[in-house]
């Protein structure tokens, strides 16, 4: 136990407050049990140390662990936290805990077993988190920790701070909002920058190798969390992968499962579970025109890839800065709000109609609309309902 403790003075030590992500104001840590799932390099574990500070628990009384250590390959993590409780523990942090077999089960019965302990975990693997909720009996609260978004990106790289805003608030005072960030900042300046290497806070590291770096997240994803998690071959593997070629190469498109599936040369069913994967991995969104009552077998009537990050990292020639705008929209407003396909304009969110394009996108498509919205990229102000793209990256 030493040495964990040891790792974990020396991360805490390290840890800084000046870059803190959304979901710490967000999060009611007053709650017992607690989960963060997020894909890997989001932040999670800076999410917890930062925790410790911003709440400043008293070090002695806390243990953050990394499942992942090879102290788990011969100790449960039952009894160290037996061990820690009897010391005085009152906050155990769990990270990474889909590396630790049967990790939910035993989660479950340490939340059960020592009432007066408050457990908060992490997992990179989306796929497990989902899955383990079964095991859990919905036990804990569990969140999502999302990549940047634009707000966040200007306030990592330094360049300039602002509070997150609701979405009403940009409908309704959109051209008040922009005057004041325009005055401050070139929000155009920076958005290709965003666009393209923008989503994960390692892009602070090293920007030249951000898309290799994201690339080899998609494909660890891909040829660790699905096979661990379903009953899935590697040659099922190999088609997943020339699915995904085929969709960074097309995307966005309402999709032709019957054409899809032979192409790929695998059953519409497998070929519908393919997406779905790709889906829970975060690489890919599917939009629907009407969430209620969706089957497993049901097909999207459009496919995005999950970021214009993406799009950038796996596309063999130019993405379509249509294609890029709309997946930016998508993905924007998607953290904290539902988003379905609309038949007239591109987006639905609640009663809200929303058609992306450039500056000069025309009213044509939503005319006679109530509650409709064009969001105009190159555009520093909007007027009425004509709204700067990048503003819909201020949500959160």
Not at 6 to 15: A, G, H, P, V
Not at 33 to 62: C, D, H, M, W, Y
Request: glycine share 6%.
């Amino acid at each position: 136990m030493e040495k964990l403790l040891q790792k974990y003075y020396q991360k805490l030590d390290r840890t800084q407050l000046n870059k803190v992500r959304y979901l710490m104001d967000e999060i009611d840590w007053s709650n017992r049990f607690i989960g963060i799932k997020g894909a890997r390099g989001v932040g999670k574990t800076t999410l917890l140390f930062q925790f410790i500070k911003v709440k400043n628990l008293n070090p002695s009384e806390t243990l953050y662990v990394s499942l992942d250590d090879l102290y788990f390959t011969e100790n449960k993590l039952y009894d160290l936290t037996e061990q820690f409780v009897n010391e005085g523990g009152k906050h155990l942090l769990v990270d990474e805990v889909h590396r630790y077999q049967n990790w939910s089960s035993e989660l479950k019965n340490i939340y059960d077993d020592f009432p007066d302990l408050q457990i908060i975990f992490t997992g990179s693997s989306l796929i497990h988190i989902e899955k383990a909720r079964g095991d859990l009996s919905r036990r804990p609260v569990i969140h999502e920790l999302h990549g940047l978004s634009y707000r966040e990106f200007l306030d990592f790289s330094n360049l300039f701070r602002y509070n997150k805003l609701k979405l009403e608030d940009i409908l309704d005072n959109h051209v008040e909002i922009s005057r004041y960030i325009i005055s401050e900042i070139k929000p155009l300046a920076y958005f290709k920058d965003y666009l393209t290497f923008g989503l994960y806070p390692y892009f602070l590291e090293n920007k030249n190798s951000y898309q290799q770096k994201l690339i080899e997240t998609v494909l660890i994803a891909l040829s660790t969390d699905l096979p661990s998690n379903y009953n899935i071959s590697y040659a099922s593997i190999e088609k997943i992968k020339q699915l995904l070629y085929v969709l960074a190469e097309s995307v966005p498109f309402k999709p032709n499962i019957a054409k899809l599936s032979e192409r790929i040369g695998v059953s519409r069913n497998s070929l519908l579970d393919f997406l779905r994967y790709l889906e829970e991995l975060r690489v890919i969104k599917r939009l629907y025109a009407d969430t209620k009552g969706i089957g497993v077998l049901q097909k999207p009537e459009k496919i995005y890839l999950y970021h214009p990050n993406i799009s950038y990292a796996l596309a063999y020639r130019d993405a379509a800065m249509g294609s890029i705008r709309e997946s930016f929209f998508v993905n924007q407003l998607g953290a904290n709000q539902l988003v379905e396909y609309s038949p007239t304009g591109d987006f639905k969110v609640g009663k809200y109609i929303f058609e992306i394009g450039g500056q000069s996108k025309s009213q044509k498509q939503i005319l006679g609309e109530e509650y409709a919205y064009i969001g105009a990229d190159n555009i520093e102000i909007g007027h009425k309902n004509k709204i700067p793209l990048w503003l819909f990256g201020f949500l959160y």
